[in-house]
């Protein structure tokens, strides 16, 4: 079983649909986060949270909510997106200080149509 | 604030040679600075890390990086390329005096090896 899981890999949804995309990390980190990924641009830290605190919320637009329910798990719940919101979304974990790397999940490849 | 540049978005190498990722860095504490991989439809995968001690910091796949306090450099390299190396590379830099554990990325370095 890999450290940082996401699912579903793929998912492709239209504008007024409602989805959600999870991730379950077995690291027994404190810390998760969301990261989105778009072509020819860098990694865009979108949310932290910390023991189940959101710790930072990088001004991203109230379609997108995150939510922690326990340190191993960590979802974020989308509705009205916009086409420019297609990319992938990649989930990460560690032990939360600055030192400890990043772990990273496969992420989720998402097509808004 | 801490921010990252890596030089070049593409770098084409043949088999066998030199790889060399430039990546320089802003930060206004100490810098802990990291490499990551990542393979198509894959997630990222650490290659390396610098805290603090040695300077010359060895990683997996045979990479290997320095740290260079007064170029603010961070550049990765390997001795002898392989296919297998074709991928996208990313510098980080730890984010600053919070706590938080965040990674502030640069934009990535496609890697294309040649036979």
């Known amino acids: 079983e890999t450290g940082v899981t996401q699912t579903p890999r793929h998912l492709v949804m239209g504008m007024t649909n409602k989805k959600s995309l999870k991730c379950e990390q077995h690291?027994?980190?404190?810390?998760m986060y969301w990261y989105k990924q778009s072509a020819k641009k860098p990694l865009e830290l979108m949310f932290v949270?910390?023991?189940?605190?959101?710790?930072e919320n990088n001004s991203v637009p109230s379609r997108f909510s995150p939510e922690c329910p326990n340190s191993s798990h960590l979802f974020l719940h989308l509705h009205t997106l916009q086409p420019e919101d297609s990319a992938l979304y990649l989930c990460a974990s560690s032990l939360g200080d600055r030192n400890s790397p990043l772990h990273f999940g496969n992420g989720t490849r998402l097509t808004v149509t | 604030a801490q921010s990252v540049t890596q030089l070049g978005s593409h770098v084409s190498v043949s088999e066998g040679a030199l790889v060399l990722l430039r990546c320089n860095y802003s930060s206004s504490v100490p810098p802990y600075l990291f490499w990551y991989v990542q393979y198509p439809n894959q997630g990222l995968q650490l290659l390396l890390k610098y805290t603090t001690g040695a300077t010359l910091v060895k990683g997996i796949n045979g990479f290997e990086a320095e740290f260079k306090k007064s170029e603010t450099s961070f550049h990765l390299t390997k001795p002898s390329a392989h296919m297998s190396d074709a991928a996208e590379y990313f510098c980080a830099v730890s984010g600053g005096s919070s706590n938080t554990g965040k990674l502030i990325f640069g934009q990535g370095t496609t890697l294309q090896v040649k036979p």
């Open positions: 690291l027994g980190h404190n810390a």
């Open positions: 949270y910390n023991f189940k605190e959101q710790t």
